[in-house]
């Protein structure tokens, strides 16, 4: 099985940035895409921006040009660096990751962390 482990979520001003890291552990081999997702307050949740093995990117049109999704392979570790932050980027900020498994893929969720984005 695969556990997802998010930090770096802060507060910080808008137009500041910030790096986010999930660091995965367990069977990270079977992982076929890891990214994030986040949910702000009375929102569902949405994708932000995913990394599919081998390496092709995926973002919100919400986040084009602002952040960017990088993958450690050596350190099993994905992160998203923020700039330009929004108010409206406020929100907590998942880990999410498709992993394969015997009977086909799953996805998985780590804990979430807060970034929270001040006027």
């Known amino acids: 099985q695969v556990q997802l482990v998010e930090s770096g979520g802060a507060l910080v001003q808008a137009g500041g940035s910030l790096r986010l890291s999930c660091a995965a552990s367990?069977?990270?081999?079977?992982?076929?895409?890891i990214g994030w997702h986040r949910q702000g307050q009375g929102n569902e949740r949405e994708l932000v921006a995913v990394v599919y093995t081998p390496g092709t990117e995926s973002y919100a049109e919400a986040v084009k040009g602002r952040f960017t999704i990088s993958r450690d392979n050596a350190k099993n570790t994905v992160y998203l660096q923020m700039n330009s932050l929004k108010v409206e980027d406020t929100a907590v900020y998942y880990c999410y990751a498709t992993v394969r498994v015997q009977s086909g893929v799953v996805g998985i969720w780590g804990q979430g962390t807060q970034v929270t984005v001040s006027a």
């Open positions: 367990g069977s990270t081999f079977s992982i076929r895409s």
